[in-house]
């Protein structure tokens, strides 16, 4: 510092476009504090910070805003299907059909009413779950330190850190006494990292980088001092939220799907107008009754219940979802799942617990299982259980490892009301108070006992931490890094006293349970020859000649029942792969244990290969790569577009800020509702409110029930558009009348066939619905073989209702009588033909009528409203029908049988093929 002031910092240092061009963490400390002009002991000046936080600006991420009633209701109308109906709307006003008119706008508002409803609500949910707050900093400023908003923290800033605060943004550690942090929200590692001061190579992942500490990490333990290097869009998050930004959200594979049935629909639409036109026009009818003709034929072949019951059959897969913890954001995105080919999942939280769990001890005499809740949590070895040996007073090896878990530990555990754990303080520390719990050691009781005497914390350059105990008697008890407490000892306790140690004995048992995934902590005891009174709690005694009593190994295990999950995904032919940031080793070892991969040789693919490889050379690895260990938010980005590129589906699995691009470009982002980030969820299209990968199992169920119901409901449908097609060619090119006026398919589409298809929606999931390979992306709404069959049950239906037509025109009955037999003939039909719907495959017999005991009331109830509306003046003069007489009931009843038969052999014949 100059007597004149702190010199200007040069903007170019601290980058542009939300990263950062200057290796911060590369420099030696003097040099930071050089290029920063600042002074760790007095910190900025208030004149010279003011004028750093105009030249910044606010250390702020400025967020996406929310969604607006209006934004969401204006979605509703955003479908190729929507569109269609609003020209047919526009149509109908201005060749003044307003009843017509009037009935689609109903619909329009309908559909519009219930997607709004149900996407507000999630948006509520989602919302609901995120708490804002506006952190403070502890800073030094003029020599003094003082508490300001983060949102005014500047380059140059000195920042104090404490166990518990949050990291305000992006800083150069200058100081760190045992300092921990937790960078797991940015880095996907389950283990807080050991900071330090010394500079690490320029290369380095963020992961990497202990000489930083990141924007939105928070301190586990210790306490360090940093310089502020970077703020709002210059910091690592910043980077994160510019990619989040950059990235745009593929459509869904139903929203696709519906877009190419749109034009499917609007091509047979057309088609349809065109040939009728042409074909009245050749037969001499009159050019604009055809032109009018042809106009009221397209609108009423539109199937305008098809974007409600689309919109019902997505809002109850939603409503079903929920209930199996699944947050759906937004309705397209509902069956997404369900279609997906491979899922992308998260290690941490996901997978496994996300709380660091002890589960080996290993001691001279022995290695045991530390089991949880009653099972050993690492299958594949018949060990003994330390609960039937461990005990608070044990003097054999197990117990002595043990009890200096609990006495040399800085952190705690309460138990609440219900019963439940609460972990305090830093995970390892904990993992060995719970240890001792599970084995029936009351960690507090044993610590009431142990009056302490001096304690020395964990320092890396030491890499161990001790403390000396009043037990009857001073007795110092370390843990630490194995090969660094074997440094420390001369003999290994056993169950007759102590032995001579055998360090390659040891470090070989240390390497054992490393390679499983477990991390390894050493734990070391010696009775000193003092007098308590005569321990220097300053300078208590230095650790040396010390026995080793055992190693404790420990990790974040898999979730209970994830295991089981993954093979029921696999089952339903989905491919499962961990894109983690955690070490290659602990990913390779929870893979193994939840079979992901089979054997220490299937490949894991880490950030630092992906930094050497082309994207080109990316794609022809991803489909033999079921691992991805220690990666960066822009090698999952990577991982997802090759994936993408390759045809697949791909959904992502996340709960970090670090995971927010790969969860906006993933086909379905899946965030993590009770320990993900607000970005994260911000990113997805769907929250799981127990972070639990069992949810998303049961969200592929449920996202193939709806696309399934989705498919039934069009194929009834649009059987109803093919008869009304073939009956109304039929009748143009034969010169007869039209058996149906626009009015009166608009009321079968919407009224009678409306109630059964909303009914449809709500039809339970077949028996094998996991049992079949995810939907191809290029696979339709309808398939080859539904169309087929649209065709072949509407030409059926068409015939029918032209026989009991052209049957009342002989007999001489009134026009409104000839049209009430052909337009009851078809709803009666399709009451019928809503159960061949219920299945693609199975037969109308085998299918259970009270399975869906809503569609059987709602096919009385809408045969009974027709039947009334036939004797009811204002219907009969809109639909321009009169009551079937007992001749034409039977001649329904006949058509009504045909149609059953007929998709019964076409189920049977195409079964066989």
């Not at 805003?65 to 609003?86: A, C, G, M, V």
């Not at 890499?463 to 194995?482: F, H, I, N, T, W």
């Not at 420990?554 to 993954?566: A, Y």
Request: contains cysteine; hydrophobic residues 45%.
């Amino acid at each position: 510092m100059t007597s004149e002031g702190p010199a200007p910092i040069d903007t170019k240092d601290l980058g542009d476009a939300g990263h950062q061009t200057v290796p911060w963490h590369g420099l030696e400390t003097e040099q930071v504090l050089e290029r920063l002009d600042v002074s760790p002991k007095s910190g900025l000046d208030d004149e010279e910070a003011a004028r750093r936080l105009e030249e910044h600006g606010p250390n702020l991420l400025m967020p996406d805003e929310p969604r607006t009633n209006f934004d969401i209701l204006l979605s509703q109308f955003k479908s190729p299907l929507i569109y269609i109906l609003l020209v047919a709307a526009v149509v109908t006003i201005l060749i003044d059909e307003y009843t017509d008119a009037a009935v689609i706008a109903a619909v329009l508002v309908l559909n519009a009413i219930i997607g709004f409803i149900q996407e507000r609500r999630a948006d509520r949910s989602v919302h609901a779950l995120m708490e804002l707050a506006s952190p403070k900093s502890t800073v030094v400023r003029g020599g003094r330190e003082r508490e300001v908003d983060a949102i005014d923290l500047v380059p140059g800033d000195v920042v104090l850190l404490t166990s518990g605060s949050r990291v305000p943004a992006d800083l150069r550690l200058v100081e760190t006494i045992t300092l921990k942090i937790d960078e797991s929200l940015l880095t996907g590692e389950s283990e807080p990292t050991d900071k330090s001061t010394r500079p690490v190579a320029e290369d380095a992942l963020a992961a990497d980088r202990t000489s930083m500490a990141h924007m939105g990490s928070s301190v586990t333990s210790g306490r360090g001092r940093g310089v502020v290097a970077a703020t709002a869009t210059d910091t690592e998050l910043g980077a994160i939220a510019e990619s989040i930004r950059q990235e745009e959200q593929p459509p869904t594979p139903l929203q696709q799907r519906m877009h190419r049935f749109a034009n499917i629909i609007a091509l047979v639409i057309l088609a349809t107008t065109v040939i009728a036109f042409f074909l009245g026009v050749a037969l001499g009818e009159p050019i604009d009754e055809m032109f009018l003709t042809a106009v009221a034929l397209a609108v009423a072949v539109i199937p305008e219940g098809l974007p409600v019951a689309f919109t019902v059959a997505m809002a109850l897969g939603v409503r079903r979802m929920a209930q199996r913890n699944a947050l759906i954001r937004a309705l397209p995105a509902v069956e997404t799942l369900g279609s997906t080919d491979t899922i992308g999942s998260d290690k941490t939280g996901t997978l496994t617990t996300n709380r660091m769990t002890a589960l080996r001890a290993w001691t001279g005499v022995d290695t045991y299982a530390i089991e949880v809740d009653g099972r050993d949590v690492l299958e594949g070895e018949d060990l003994p259980s330390a609960a039937d040996l461990a005990t608070a007073d044990g003097d054999d090896p197990l117990s002595r490892t043990l009890r200096t878990g609990v006495i040399s530990n800085e952190s705690d555990l309460q138990i609440d009301d219900d019963g439940e754990v609460e972990h305090h303080g830093d995970p390892t520390e904990t993992a060995l108070l719970e240890a001792a719990l599970r084995v029936g050691i009351d960690p507090h009781e044993l610590r009431e006992r142990a009056r302490l005497l001096a304690n020395v914390p964990f320092e890396s350059d030491l890499r161990y931490s001790y403390v000396v105990a009043d037990e009857d008697g001073p007795v110092l008890r370390l843990k630490g890094a194995p090969e660094r407490v074997l440094d420390l000892c001369t003999t290994v306790a056993t169950d007759d006293g102590t032995a001579e140690l055998d360090r390659q004995a040891a470090l070989d048992a240390a390497e054992a349970m490393a390679r499983r995934g477990l991390r390894v902590l050493a734990m070391a005891e010696r009775r000193l020859d003092l007098d308590v009174e005569e321990v220097d709690r300053e300078e208590p005694p230095a650790p040396e000649e010390l026995t080793l009593t055992g190693m404790i190994g420990m990790q974040d295990p898999p979730r209970p029942g994830v295991r089981e999950s993954i093979e029921n995904v696999r089952h339903a032919g989905m491919r499962v792969v961990m894109i983690t940031g955690d070490h290659a080793v602990t990913a390779r070892a929870i893979a193994r244990d939840l079979r992901l991969i089979d054997d220490d040789d299937a490949p894991v693919l880490t950030g630092a290969e992906m930094e050497r490889i082309d994207d080109e050379e990316l794609r022809r690895r991803v489909p033999e790569v079921d691992v991805y260990a220690r990666v960066a938010p822009d090698h999952k980005l990577r991982v997802v577009k090759a994936l993408q590129y390759l045809g697949d589906v791909v959904a992502v699995t996340g709960d970090g800020v670090n995971d927010a691009p790969a969860l906006k470009a993933a086909d379905i982002g899946v965030a993590m509702g009770q320990e993900g980030t607000d970005v994260a969820r911000e990113a997805s299209d769907m929250v799981l409110t127990d972070d639990n990968f069992i949810s998303i199992a049961n969200a592929v169920e449920e996202g193939r029930v709806v696309f399934d119901n989705v498919r039934k409901v069009t194929f009834f449908l649009l059987s109803t558009g093919a008869a009304a097609i073939v009956a109304i060619l039929y009748s143009i090119a034969a010169g007869i009348p039209l058996p149906y006026v626009p009015a009166a398919l608009l009321w079968l589409n919407v009224v009678t066939n409306g109630l059964q298809d909303v009914a449809l929606a709500f039809e339970p999931g077949e028996p094998d619905v996991l049992d079949r390979p995810p939907r191809r992306r290029a696979e339709g709404i309808v398939t080859w073989l539904l169309w087929e069959r649209t065709i072949l049950l509407g030409t059926t239906m068409a015939i029918g209702s032209l026989w009991t037509f052209l049957w009342a025109i002989d007999k001489g009955l009134t026009e409104g009588e000839q049209r009430g037999v052909a337009l009851t003939t078809l709803v009666v039909a399709m009451a019928v033909h809503v159960y061949n719907a219920r299945s693609e495959r199975r037969s109308i017999i085998v299918t259970n009528v009270r399975g869906n005991l809503f569609l059987l009331i709602s096919t009385i109830v809408a045969l009974t409203i027709h039947v009334l509306a036939s004797y009811w003046g204002p219907t009969q003069t809109i639909l321009q029908i009169e009551p079937v007489t007992g001749g034409g009931w039977q001649r329904i009843a006949v058509v009504a049988v045909a149609v059953a038969v007929v998709s019964e052999i076409h189920k049977a014949l195409r079964s066989r093929r």
